[in-house]
């Protein structure tokens, strides 16, 4: 650069022309770069108001089926207070049996049980065999009174 400046120091206006070209091309790379940042900032704003939009439904969806899950709860604890009363509808949804608990009951709360034995008046359910043994964590023993299994012994209130 210098041996260039030197060998075009003494022509006429050489030096004024090549400050020039100089300062021309810093200022187009400059209003160049410019405008690649001011476009990067565009495509930002648009994705940024893209996302909020997208976040904005995703947050209105998730109040619904909120509110549609709380509904639907309420329904089917309103169900479980008609068919088994207040204290039976709380011992269901905390996943409980108790004593004189019908078998609805117990299958509501517990679920299906892994094997059933009848015998006589006497029903045993029990819960939590495991693959190849016999012994269950939990055993339910029910009886027949007026027509329906009840509950008369069990040896947890919840299962595990």
Known sequence: MFAWLSSNFS???AIAFTLF??????WLIN????????????????RDKQRSAQ?????R????WKDELMRKREEERQKLIQK???YGASKIRNKEIWINAPLEAVIASW???DSRTAGGKQLRLRYGIPRGGSRAKNWVVLKKVYGRYVVTDFNSETRY
């Open 55 to 59: 976040l904005e439904q995703q947050r």
């Open 61 to 64: 969806d998730e109040l619904r």
């Open 11 to 13: 022509r006429e206006g």
């Open 84 to 86: 088994f009363g207040e």
């Open 31 to 46: 209003y160049s770069e410019k405008i690649r940042k001011r476009e990067e900032r565009k495509r930002q704003n648009e």
């Open 21 to 26: 070209s100089i300062s021309l091309g810093y």
């Open 111 to 113: 679920g299906e049980p």
